[in-house]
Structure formats: C-alpha cells, structure tokens
C-alpha cells in the first residue's frame, strides 16, 4: 500500500506543481531536505507536524509548539500513526526522535 504523503491526503494543493502553489505559495514541508524520507514521506510529507509554516486549516502555521496541539486533532497524523507503529522504529511528535529515527533508517539501509 502507498503511503501517502500530508498533500496528497489532505488534497491542499500546495505541492510544486499544485493547483494552489500560485495562490497560496509551495508549502514548505514539500522542499525539506532535512526530512525527506522520514516515515517513507517525500520532503516532510509524512511529518509535515515537524516542520513551521505551514498552511493548515487556512492559516499559516507558527512555531512548533503552537501548531503540534492542533496536529495531535488531524486525521492525517492519526493516519500515520496508524500505519508506522507497525514499524519497530516507532513513531514519534518530536523533530528531534524523528530526525533520530530517520537517520538511524538511513544508516541500516545503507549498510545492508
């Protein structure tokens, strides 16, 4: 089954390419680098709760703090809870234990 990524599930648009990137901009969770890949997501498509400024509910999205009490209530974020804790590396909120996990990923899959 494809996992799909925060764009794609909740249709937004803001994609490059995306029939709303003229009006309301790339959103920034599809360009990082930082954590692409993290939970199979392209950019930080699959935790796009780590990343600021993003344009959810129709308002751009502040701090992390502030925005994670709203994400912990999306259905997306539930659909990736779901499905990643299946996986023994677990799920997590935090930039930080994702950025961990992520990177803890990449080195067994390079390694094989």
């Known amino acids: 089954m494809k996992k799909l990524n925060c764009w794609e ?3 937004c648009g803001r994609q490059p390419g995306g029939e ?3 009006e309301l901009g790339i959103c920034p969770v599809t360009l990082n680098e930082d954590l692409d890949g993290a939970h199979g997501g392209i950019g930080a498509g699959r935790v796009c709760w780590a990343v600021v400024g993003t ?3 129709g308002t751009v999205q502040g701090t992390y703090a502030k925005k994670l009490k709203d994400c912990t209530m999306c259905d997306f974020m539930a659909l990736v ?3 990643e ?3 023994p590396l ?3 909120t ?4 994702i950025e961990k996990t992520h990177k803890k990923k990449k080195r067994n899959t390079s390694s094989k």
Do not use: I, Q
């Open 9 to 11: 599930y909740m249709k």
């Open 20 to 22: 709303k990137e003229g």
């Open 55 to 57: 344009f959810c509910g």
């Open 81 to 83: 809870k779901r499905e």
């Open 85 to 87: 804790s299946l996986d």
């Open 90 to 92: 677990g799920f997590s």
């Open 94 to 97: 935090a930039r930080s234990d």
